[in-house]
């Protein structure tokens, strides 16, 4: 099962009441060697209609609906939330100090039925371009057939445990996209998430559902081994501490999901992605994604550190701005989180926000076979074992 | 019955042998008040296999098949497409005259089966910082379901007209995008194409179709009210030499089709677009496209040598970096020529050419209320009448 919700900026927060309809392309093209095939589009009408977020002049201690804060702060959802206020807390600190200029901005917001989020951007400072660390928390409606889709046991078992109704369901997460100024200190993104449906209640012996997903992933726009070598490391050691075909797995995973499809190549050089995940011990997922949030400063900062005041030409910066042309190809055409926030009506600064301040586009640029860009776009194209 | 042809970039050049398949989300959604409703996604798997263009190095007198160009250069297909290499002469000269610096860069290929192009890209000039202008001819296979949804009247008679084999298709088409330095100096696009099946053999009785489409749109970071004026009068004036109601009407689809929905506003200031034009006078509607394709340099160029030296600050500037991020959006997330060029494996820089030099993002950038750039905004939120 494949959830919405993998996505660079998971959980945007909704505007009121807006209604959308959208055409799709039908994309079902036949084979015929030698042609060009076409089809019509496929149109499609839908309707969506969102409680309008209410900004706030301070963040509230919890973004979960009293009666569920109020009952046990011991649940996942109260543990996962808490998690990533933490890690918006840590990471935020960590950028600040490095930066040594700039201060994030923080909007927070809330929904009366329940959710909210805090953004927090910082643009234009001493090292970070621009750099946006989100968390929110949506309470939404699961249709009938999305259930049975993320389900495939409960439609194949009795109907009765196959809900008529739509289901209730809780999503929590942390997004960030990391853009630096200077062409040799990376753009790193990482998101983690937690998704829940509740226990239907009119399907006797349906389960409640539950996922976790996320990741970690580096975007330089020129390789120094080290640097890539020490970011996969970091990785690998969180993964490796839970399960040693964690690693593997989720950097395939990783390679495989920020892929330019029209480009045939990565966006970046990767790191680990994971979605979905249920088949393992809950408290045990809990812990790992909370030991992948806590990887992302050590697994990052030094690298900056060590790179933000390397002399640059011109030349770099333009190859940098090319590869940040990448990353909105990317974000705009392919991902998940992005595309899905766009079409619903998503609150767009949250989206956008992992746009970088400034991107471009040379018509039909080639780096020279061997140059320091031609090894770069050679690693996103053939995904290299960096540990 | 909306054709997939309706491009800013039709008919980009494809490479060879690619097996395609992505996935789409399923864009259902139910309307439920004070939540959020998502669904799982629906896979579908595409395939698609295209002949290698080739490059060539001149220009073919025709990119039509040899049979069709030896038998009669006075079809429509031989006609529109020496109209629209003349019309890409024109321009190119009318461009690098202005600029009085680069000069454009030509590629040519072609397919051994039949079809091919010409794209010519100024890059880096002294008024125009990318512009491209290509020309293209494709041959292709339409599927028997496309061909029913793109001529109702076939399916709903007998069915002997309605093929059960894909139908052979001809389309030919011009278009640009070009990006002046100067903020005071407006993009410009414009795109007029033609396409044409075959008698299907196998279905005695099913028509022959054909289709018209195109239009031509202006994208300004500051308004000047003289220009607009000019460049909507001009479009007006191709437009009442053959029907007064081809104004008003496309001048409504334009700023219709050019609509960024996040953002709830227009790329720019708009012009005419018209598409799956039939319901006229074939001579007529060949007339009419040539027409327009003849108006683009008078509406645009006047514009361009009035603007193209006024003295500018940083703030203007970054005020058209932003209308350029914009210009992306647009073109990746709902332009149907680019989106489908994307994901069919299209020849990529043919089709990303309409992407500016550069562009910007900046968190929840908002203009000052009746400032210059406001105005800007107001007009591509709410569309005006010019003329």
């Known amino acids: 099962m494949t959830s919405i919700l993998s996505s660079t900026f998971l959980l945007p927060s909704f505007t009121s009441h807006n209604t959308s309809s959208y055409v799709y392309p039908k994309p079902i093209l036949h084979h015929h ?82 959710g909210g989020g805090i953004s927090r951007v910082l643009q234009d400072g001493a090292v970070w371009e621009k750099a946006g660390v989100n968390v929110s928390v949506v309470y939404g409606l699961m249709p009938p057939d999305a259930y049975r889709a993320a389900n495939p046991s409960s439609s194949s078992s009795s109907s009765s445990s196959s809900p008529p109704s739509p289901v209730p369901f809780f999503a929590a997460g942390i997004s960030s996209v990391l853009h630096p100024k200077n062409p040799f200190a990376p753009t790193m993104h990482f998101n983690y998430r937690y998704f829940e449906t ?42 490796d501490k839970f399960d ?100 619903t009506g998503g609150r767009i600064e949250s989206i956008l926000v992992s746009l970088p301040l400034t991107a471009r586009w040379e018509y039909d640029h080639k780096p020279e076979e061997g140059s320091e860009e031609w090894k770069l776009l050679d690693a996103c194209i053939n995904p290299k074992e960096w540990v």
């Open 33 to 114: 060697h030698h042609h060009l095939n076409i089809t019509t589009p496929l149109r499609v009408k839908a309707t969506l209609s969102m409680e309008k977020e209410i900004p706030e002049s301070q963040r509230p201690l919890t973004f979960l609906k009293p009666s569920e804060s109020d009952s046990s702060s011991s649940t996942i959802r109260s543990r996962f939330e808490k998690m990533i206020r933490e890690t918006q807390d840590t990471v935020c600190n960590a950028i600040e100090s490095t930066d040594g200029g700039a201060k994030f901005k923080e909007d927070v917001w809330s929904r009366p039925g329940g």
């Open 198 to 239: 509740d226990a239907p209640k009119d399907a006797p012996g349906a389960p409640r559902q539950w996922w976790f997903g996320g990741g970690t992933d580096l975007t330089p726009a020129y390789i120094f081994e080290d640097d890539v070598k020490h970011f996969h490391q970091t990785q690998k050691s969180a993964c």
């Open 244 to 343: 040693p075909s964690f690693y593997p797995r989720f950097k395939k995973w990783c390679d495989d999901y920020f892929y330019i499809k029209h480009r045939d190549e990565r966006r970046g050089l990767g790191g680990i992605f994971f979605d979905d995940l249920n088949d393992y011990d809950q408290e045990m997922l809990l812990s790992f994604s909370t030991e992948c949030a806590n990887s992302v400063v050590p697994a990052y900062i030094p690298i900056i550190e060590k790179r933000k005041d390397l002399p640059f030409t011109d030349q770099h910066k333009a190859w940098q701005q090319l590869r940040r042309g990448r990353y909105v190809e990317f974000n705009l055409v392919y991902d998940r989180g992005t595309t899905f926030g766009l079409k």
